[in-house]
C-alpha cells in the first residue's frame, strides 16, 4: 500500500473517488451524487448482472418507493430489524397523511402483498422477478458508495411450491453473486452463512459473499436470503398445491448493491489512484496524443480512426484532445485507472507503431499498428486475470488461522497496528452463543463475517469460552 493508505485508509479512500470524479457529495445528509464515471460502473454491474437474470428467465420489474407503514408492521422481525433506519413521509403539504409511508428499506413486505394477488395455483410457480431501484436506509455513519442513506441495488424476489426449490434459488443466487463480483470485478470472495445475529430480519437463513478490502477490514458484497414461510404467513401468499389443498409458498430475496464500487476501489487502488479492471472500466483504452501532435493533423487524425476501428470492437475508447501535457495527462488517466493508454506521435506516426502502458504494470511496451487489436484483447485479459490473482495473494498473506483465545486476538490487533500492518480476517473457533459474538465485537471491534462453506481449517474450540466449538467462522473489522 501507498504511505497514505498506510497511514489514513479513509483519507486515502475519499480523496481518491473525488480526484477521480467518480462522485460528489449531495446536500442530502449521507447522499452523493453519482457523476458519470461513477454510475457507469453501476450500468456495467448491472450490465452482467441481467445476463445471469435473463439466463435464468428471472425479468426486471419495478415497485413504488413508498410503504404503508401497516404492511411494515406485518413482519414483526422484519420491521424491527429496519426500525432506527426508516426514513418516513407523514404529511402532503398542509394535510398529515391518514397512514404514514416509508422510503423503502427493502421491498418484501410490498412484493409480499403483490404475490398474494398474483398466486393462486402450484401453475403460477416459481415466481421469480428482479428490482433495480434505490433504497433508503439513514445511516448513523456514512461513507461514499459503501454506506450511505440513499443507495442503489438489485433485489430479486422469488416464490415457490418447495422448500427444496426456494433453497436451491437461494444458492444459486449467492453463486451469481460470486461469480459477478470475482470475475468481473476481480474481486475473490469468501462464500458462506451468516450467524443468526447477523441474518437478514424475518429470514430463516441468510448467505453471503464477503470480501476483504486493502486495510484488512470487510465488506459485505451481497447476500442471499431463504424466508421460508415467514412473508408469505405475514401476506397470506397461498396457492393450491397439487393435491388441491391451500399451503404457504417458501420465498427468497437476495441483493448487492452500489457497495460493490466502493470494494472495487478499495481492493485494487494504488498509491496513484483507481486500478479498474477492463470488464467495468468506463474508459478501457486511452489514446493520448504526444509531442507536438497539433502541428501534424495525421496523428490525430490516426488516432480517430484508431479509436472508431476498436469502438466497432465494443470497446470503451477515448481521445485525451485537451492541451494539457503529456505528463499531465498519464498522471490523470492513471488517476482514473484506465486499464490500458495508447500515446502516440510523430515518430510512431512514421514507423506505423504505438506506445502502450497498462495501467498496473510500470513497463512501457512498443507495438506494432496491424498487431494491435489483438494486443488489447489479450493484454486486457491478462490484466483482469492479473488483478484477481493480486487480490487473491494478498487476501492470503492477511488470513489468520491460529488465533484460538481472545488474548491472542487482542495481542494480534496490537501488533498489527503497532508494525503498520493490517489486522486481516481471523477463522475462530464459535460455540454458536450471541454472548460469544458480542464479547468479540466489544472487546476488539470484530464481527463475525459468515460460516464459510470450505473453510481452509475446522477450528475446534470456541475463541471466548474455551468450549467445544459449533462452527468455524470468519471475523474481522468490517465497513
Known sequence: MSNLQKEDFSKWYLQTIQKADLMDYSPVRGCIIFKPDGYELWEHIQEDFNKFLRSEDIRNVYFPMLIPKHFLEKEEEHVEGFAPELPWLTRVGDEELEEPYALRPTSETLIGDAFSNWINSYRDLPLEINQWANVFRWEKKTMPFLRTSEFLWQEGHTAHETEENARARTMSALEAYADLIENTLAIPVYRGQKTPSERFAGAVDTYSVEAMMRDGKAVQAGTSHYLGNNFAQAFDIKFLNRNNEHEHVYTTSWGISTRLIGSLIMVHGDEKGLVMPPKVAPTQVILIPVGPWQKNPAILDKLKELQATLRAKGLRVRIDETDNSPGYKFNEWELKGAPLRIEFGPRDLENNQVVVKMRDLDDKETVALDDLEAYITEAMDVMQKRLYESAAARYKENEHYDIDTLDQLKEHIAKSKEEGEVPGFVLIGWD????????????????????????????????????????????????
Open 432 to 479: 454458536g452463543t450471541e454472548e460469544t459474538e458480542a464479547k468479540i465485537k466489544e472487546e476488539t471491534g470484530f464481527t463475525t463475517r459468515n460460516i464459510p462453506f470450505n473453510p481452509p481449517v475446522e477450528k475446534e474450540v470456541d475463541i471466548v469460552s474455551g468450549k467445544p466449538a459449533k462452527h468455524t467462522v470468519w471475523i474481522a473489522r468490517a465497513y
